[in-house]
């Protein structure tokens, strides 16, 4: 349940990024995490909660809501 969860929130952050024409680097280097854990949270692929704070980073420098990368995860299709 929270897997597909986590996949929903990467694809809005890959998404927002594409949007953005955001490299994972350059990404990455903004809000101050590795492009590999980056890669992870968009893939849905780690084993740990990410933080709070990180999405808010990550949302922060997308220039979106919270509310915007949450939409929809909450929801079981």
Same mark, same amino acid.
């Given at each position: 349940? =929270?897997?597909?969860? &986590? ?5 809005? !952050?890959? =998404? &927002? ?5 955001? %490299? @994972? ?7 101050? !995490?590795?492009?590999?854990?980056? #890669?992870? !949270?968009e893939n849905g692929g780690y084993?740990?909660?990410? #933080?709070? #704070? %990180?999405?808010?980073? !990550? ?5 979106? %809501?919270?509310? @915007?990368l949450m939409e929809g995860v /909450?929801? /079981? /299709?």
């Amino acid at each position: 349940m =929270f897997a597909s969860r &986590y996949k929903k929130i990467g694809a809005k !952050i890959v =998404f &927002y990024r594409k949007l953005k024409s955001m %490299t @994972q680097e350059k990404l990455a280097d903004d809000v101050g !995490i590795t492009p590999q854990y980056l #890669s992870r !949270i968009e893939n849905g692929g780690y084993s740990k909660n990410v #933080s709070l #704070s %990180t999405l808010m980073k !990550i949302a922060g420098v997308l220039d979106v %809501t919270m509310s @915007q990368l949450m939409e929809g995860v /909450e929801r /079981e /299709e």
